[in-house]
């Protein structure tokens, strides 16, 4: 799912399509019906180096990926830009400048998942890099069969009407405010009846 987001987003712009359209656009393609809980998981802590690193090296700033703001002080949840990190580039391995950048956040209470010890804070950065890692592959293979200009990529880079931004907005609150959300389905059902999506209640993962 991130890989064809991924390929349609980082491709050129597409043209517009009525959203009416696009479940059953999305459900022919063969996507899952998960889509946008799947989606969610793979970009929600995506950066510029990371897109730059896994998929696209010349990715810039303004890269219409959206993500959740690691800031627990701003009143942005939901970044519609991965933004920079600012790894350290003294370290050459992708898993120590992770690491690192854990490390050198690990006294700032507002950065990160607010209920994860350092040590999961590491093990959480180091999974989100196994699936991209894992995803660059395949991305690499559609990237050469997808046309950015087909419906499809409007569809899944519709992330206002295919549910991306919800379960984003969802998967930032939850990391926010942890005791609210740990188990509250209701707050599930809350931000999905925003939304057009056709998801089941899916366990939210981060």
């Known amino acids: 799912m991130l890989i064809i987001?991924?390929?349609?987003?980082?491709g050129p712009l597409v043209a517009a399509l009525v959203p009416e359209?696009?479940?059953?656009?999305?459900?022919?393609?063969?996507?899952?019906p998960t889509f946008a809980h799947m989606v969610t998981h793979s970009i929600h802590?995506?950066?510029?180096?990371?897109?730059?690193?896994?998929?696209?090296?010349?990715?810039?700033?303004?890269?219409?990926?959206?993500?959740?703001?690691?800031?627990?002080?701003?009143?942005?949840?939901?970044l519609?830009?991965?933004?920079?990190a600012g790894y350290d580039d003294d370290f050459t391995t992708k898993s120590l400048k992770s690491f690192d950048l854990v490390m050198r956040n690990m006294n700032r209470t507002w950065w990160g998942i607010q209920n994860y010890s350092t040590l999961e804070?590491?093990?959480?950065?180091?999974h989100m890099a196994e699936a991209w890692e894992n995803a660059m592959r395949e991305y690499k293979v559609i990237e050469k069969q997808l046309?950015?200009?087909?419906?499809?990529?409007?569809?899944?880079?519709?992330?206002?009407?295919?549910?991306?931004?919800?379960?984003?907005?969802?998967?930032?609150?939850?990391?926010?405010?942890?005791g609210i959300t740990s188990g509250?389905?209701?707050?599930?059902?809350?931000?999905?009846?925003?939304?057009?999506?056709t998801d089941s209640t899916p366990k939210i993962r981060m």
Request: charged residues 20%; hydrophobic residues 40%; aromatic residues 8%.
């Open 147 to 178: 046309d950015p200009e087909s419906d499809l990529c409007t569809c899944v880079t519709d992330i206002k009407n295919n549910g991306v931004l919800n379960y984003l907005n969802l998967v930032a609150f939850n990391i926010r405010y942890p």
């Open 80 to 84: 519609l830009n991965a933004p920079l």
């Open 184 to 197: 509250n389905d209701d707050a599930l059902r809350y931000y999905l009846a925003q939304s057009n999506s």
């Open 121 to 126: 804070k590491v093990a959480h950065a180091l």
């Open 5 to 10: 987001l991924l390929a349609c987003v980082l």
């Open 45 to 78: 802590s995506l950066t510029v180096e990371d897109i730059r690193y896994y998929f696209k090296p010349d990715a810039t700033e303004d890269n219409g990926i959206p993500t959740v703001n690691v800031d627990a002080r701003s009143n942005e949840r939901v």
């Open 21 to 32: 359209e696009c479940p059953s656009i999305i459900s022919e393609a063969g996507l899952s």
